[in-house]
């Protein structure tokens, strides 16, 4: 009776200072009780009320998805924009443990995490619009075929998705404990960020791939057999961009679960990986100067969509790459900052052009997306914000112990 006791107060004592941070569990409920907490909380069961509409009633119950507009904002957003601002993960663990560009090195883990939630909840956005998520197998061993893009997407997704939890693995076991197992997930580090890139560089370049069957259907100034190419160099960019932005947002507010060289060290990383965002976009807009003369498009410049075109290269693409070069030179870390989150927003419409607003650009009537379709957007986000804040706050995600230097 006293072993089972003392049993039960050691589970007891690890699940309060686990999972609970060290308070009891009325406390910790009480600490949750903040103004952000409860809007997210009100957001998040906003969305799953629909979300359980959508599996109850149909797609066409939160969505304006048909036969014409056959990606919405769940796969325009969930999909098509939140796997290139995922590339967190293979762009700095290539540099730091491909490459020993050991100044990144305060930031990978946190790049790790970024990645994997990325691509987590990229596969839940898949899920709420598909539908029958026992059936999440079927891309991978049913429904296609080797010949097919989504088989190709599909597995590169699934693979990448693994790779990138047993590269953040140390971290997890650090917190649970079992160095064992955590040094095994660390001889493979090397082996896993190869593989991982080896995936990313196909998987990016396979979302840009799928519209290359649609010449028709897509307007001809984002049509361009460079796709698979603009899809992946973009996909840099915004991995690039995506660090400096979240590791701003953790130094200011994450700073107590930060250490002192994490902190120290962002104001150096952030104008090293401006200086290379800025190469990637210049880059990035040659290539699509370059699809616009391979298709002769000159003349559709001057057309409304031209236009959106225009604003979206020249003020998303190039005015960053410029800022960004400016920015360097000036060490002014607050406009690399800001011109990497104007990055992101161009990654974000260039993403959202393709799947949606250029898509089917020719047909007389079009309705972009249901409100409900945008409720359930910002629920999920939510919800992925919210859990990687619950693993920062646990996890030695911003800060390194003495006993993790080999990591």
Excluded at 199 to 214: D, N, P, R, V
Excluded at 269 to 292: C, D, M, N, P
Aim: charged share 10%; hydrophobic share 55%; proline share 4%.
């Amino acid at each position: 009776m006293t072993q089972h006791a003392a049993h039960v107060d050691t589970s007891s004592s690890w699940i309060r200072d686990k999972i609970f941070q060290g308070l009891s569990p009325g406390d910790y409920l009480k600490s949750l009780l903040t103004g952000i907490n409860v809007v997210a909380g009100l957001v998040i069961i906003a969305g799953l009320a629909l979300i359980a509409l959508r599996f109850t009633q149909g797609l066409e119950a939160i969505t304006g998805a048909s036969h014409d507009q056959p990606w919405g904002l769940l796969l325009g957003v969930g999909l098509f924009c939140a796997v290139p601002l995922s590339a967190t993960g293979y762009v700095v663990g290539s540099a730091v443990y491909l490459f020993g560009m050991r100044q990144y090195r305060p930031v990978v883990k946190n790049a790790l995490l970024i990645g994997f939630l990325g691509y987590l909840f990229a596969v839940v956005f898949l899920l709420i619009d598909l539908g029958r998520p026992w059936r999440i197998y079927y891309p991978l061993f049913v429904s296609y075929g080797p010949a097919s893009v989504m088989f190709l997407v599909a597995w590169h997704v699934a693979l990448y998705l693994s790779v990138q939890f047993l590269e953040f693995s140390p971290e997890l076991f650090q917190w649970l404990g079992l160095r064992k197992l955590r040094r095994w997930a660390i001889k493979l580090t090397v082996g896993l960020t190869i593989f991982g890139v080896i995936l990313s560089t196909l998987h990016q370049s396979a979302l840009g791939a799928m519209y290359l069957l649609t010449p028709g259907k897509l307007h001809p100034l984002w049509y361009s057999p460079y796709l698979p190419w603009l899809f992946f160099v973009s996909s840099i960019a915004a991995g690039l961009a995506m660090v400096i932005v979240v590791s701003a947002l953790t130094g200011r507010f994450l700073a107590t679960r930060a250490d002192a060289p994490y902190l120290a060290s962002l104001d150096h990383i952030t104008l090293s990986l401006g200086r290379g965002a800025a190469l990637v976009l210049f880059t990035y807009f040659g290539l699509k100067l370059l699809s616009i003369a391979h298709g002769n498009h000159w003349t559709l410049l001057a057309t409304p969509y031209g236009y959106w075109f225009l604003f979206e290269i020249l003020g998303l693409v190039l005015l960053p790459s410029i800022l960004l070069l400016i920015a360097t030179r000036m060490n002014s870390v607050r406009l690399v900052r800001y011109t990497a989150l104007l990055t992101l927003v161009g990654i974000l419409v260039n993403r959202l052009n393709v799947s949606l607003f250029a898509f089917n650009w020719n047909l007389p009537h079009r309705e972009w997306f249901h409100w409900g379709e945008a409720l359930v957007v910002v629920a999920v986000i939510t919800m992925e914000i919210l859990v990687y804040r619950w693993i920062v706050n646990r996890m030695p995600v911003l800060r390194t112990h003495v006993s993790t230097e080999d990591s």
